[in-house]
């Protein structure tokens, strides 16, 4: 029989140096790409708004809709606020 020490990591080995850090890092790198994409004119595909399929997509994916209120819908609203002030 194996001990539960034994298939425990060491903190030492590497892998777990800044794995919260890496996703929120991630996460921003997500974000910022959506903003730039949602900020261009992507039209329609059939009668279907690009954008809003496409905002629609990565906040369900990134389960935003599961928190009260997150950054991310605030850019999307100040992105989308000054597309249509143009």
């Not at 935003?64 to 850019?75: I, K, N």
Request: with cysteine; aromatic share 6%.
């Amino acid at each position: 029989m194996h001990s539960a020490s034994m298939h425990r990591r060491e903190p030492s080995d590497g892998l777990d140096d800044k794995p919260q850090k890496s996703l929120n890092e991630k996460q921003q790198e997500n974000q910022e790409l959506l903003i730039r994409c949602i900020a261009q004119h992507l039209g329609f595909a059939g009668n279907r708004p690009i954008a809003a399929c496409i905002i629609y997509k990565c906040l369900l994916h990134w389960r935003s809709f599961e928190v009260e209120r997150t950054s991310v819908f605030d850019r999307i609203i100040q992105t989308i606020g000054h597309a249509i002030e143009v």
